[in-house]
């Protein structure tokens, strides 16, 4: 059984979001709500939906709400489809209608998941035979800009009172036509840390005057790695997650006799649980104060180590009730596989009663099956009718003619 009966509306629409999908890979725009990048993203939007007579609204700066009534709403109820708008900082190895953003590509689908929930919206307006009102929601800044917070605590979106989000994303692990439907844990946290240790730097002849006794920040920063290690040592067996991601100095990679006075870190880290969290944050800043306080007693002028902790997505646990709609809407329509929890994250963990479903694109392309945020990675076109399909059905369930 097919998810959707094609009909001379949907093949004219689906036309028109291949060509929305291209528009979107060849113009990425980072996430940023509050500042210039997501606006000509924004607009695009926002036009293709004026076209087609679709209501919207803006929010969180750069995000936007298309509003689809069905033909009554009796019951009240409604659902919002989440539709990721924000590119990547990656450089695109891909040659054929490639980005036109030096550094900045679409690596993680969220031009496909654009390009169907304009799709969708449209034609959902077009064949309206439900009860209550679907929202898709264009959200900004998913990669870990804290856009779906910031959707959430603006006004204008608290109004809609929206009651469930169903998120659909690409999936190059799974051969298109299979489609991941977990009830419960399917993602981890995403949370980023940073940094910074200051030393008197200068020459490495002068390492054992009084200023320095012996110390170095390059030594320090050691003892963090060292530290950071022992706590990932401790969380393993957890498959909980803390990585250190890079590390600079204020010394020129060519200078090899310079200690340097200011060394920064970077890392992130994944918990399956809530609980895993606060213990993997509680270890990380407890190392670090341990560490400061050790330098601290040394007496070494001019040293100083910060760290800061900030979380960015929880942990995504699928909603029990809103997975089943979601069977229910897919049953006997395509392949659905239960699946494992991934080490990804991704913040419609923050919407109440939400879940996302994984959805095949392997269709053999070049980039079909390459790995998420990786420079080689393509959403391909073939993946558009399956998206557009699921979220109509899942959305015609939710809101289903009593």
């Given amino acids: 059984m097919a998810l959707i009966t094609p009909t001379a509306d949907f093949n004219g629409i689906m036309d028109k979001t291949g060509r929305w999908l291209k528009w979107l890979h060849m113009n990425p725009e980072l996430g940023n709500m ?27 700066g750069t995000g936007t709400v298309a509003i689809v009534e069905g033909k009554t709403n009796k019951s009240g109820r409604n659902i919002g489809i989440r ?40 034609l ?12 898709i929601i264009f959200q900004p800044g ?147 104060s341990s560490i400061h306080q050790k330098l601290q007693k040394s007496g070494i002028e001019g040293f100083d180590l910060s760290f800061n902790y900030n979380r960015i997505a929880d942990p995504l646990i699928n909603d029990r009730d809103t997975i089943q709609i979601c069977r229910d809407a897919l049953s006997g329509n395509i392949k659905m596989e239960e699946g494992i929890v991934h080490g990804y994250a991704d913040d419609i963990a923050a919407y109440p009663n939400s879940a996302l479903l994984f959805v095949g694109i392997n269709d053999g392309t070049p980039g079909s099956a390459e790995k998420l945020h990786t420079s080689s990675f393509r959403y391909p076109r073939s993946a558009l009718p399956n998206f557009v399909g699921i979220t109509m059905a899942v959305t015609k369930q939710a809101l289903q003619q009593s």
């Avoid at 924000?86 to 590509?105: H, R």
């Avoid at 929206?162 to 399917?186: D, N, S, T, W």
């Avoid at 067996?237 to 204020?250: A, E, K, M, P």
């Avoid at 060519?254 to 970077?266: A, C, D, H």
């Fill in 34 to 60: 509050d500042g210039p990048r997501e606006r000509n993203t924004q607009a695009y939007i926002q036009s293709i939906l004026t076209e087609h007579a679709v209501p919207h609204i803006t929010v969180a």
């Fill in 142 to 288: 998913e990669e870990g800009h804290g856009g779906a917070r910031a959707v959430l605590s603006d006004p204008a979106y608290q109004k809609l009172n929206v009651q469930r989000v169903v998120a659909l994303h690409a999936a190059p692990f799974y051969k298109a036509g299979i489609v991941q439907v977990k009830e419960g844990p399917l993602m981890y946290s995403a949370d980023f840390f940073n940094g910074e240790i200051t030393f008197p730097g200068g020459h490495v002849g002068e390492k054992f005057d009084a200023a320095r006794q012996g110390m170095d920040p390059v030594a320090a920063m050691g003892e963090v790695q060292s530290r950071f290690t022992a706590l990932q040592n401790a969380f393993a067996s957890h498959r909980q997650i803390i990585q250190i991601t890079n590390v600079h100095t204020d010394t020129s990679p060519e200078n090899g006799n310079t200690i340097p006075s200011r060394i920064t870190f970077k890392g992130t880290t994944r918990a399956t649980t809530p609980e895993m969290r606060d213990s993997i944050q509680k270890g990380l800043e407890n190392a670090v």
């Fill in 124 to 135: 959902l307006s077009l064949d309206n035979d439900f009860d209550g009102t679907a929202y």
């Fill in 83 to 122: 539709a990721d708008i924000d590119a990547l900082p990656i450089q695109e190895a891909n040659t054929e209608d490639c980005s036109n953003s030096p550094g900045v590509m679409h690596a993680c689908g969220h031009d496909g998941h654009t390009a169907s929930g304009l799709a969708s919206a449209i």
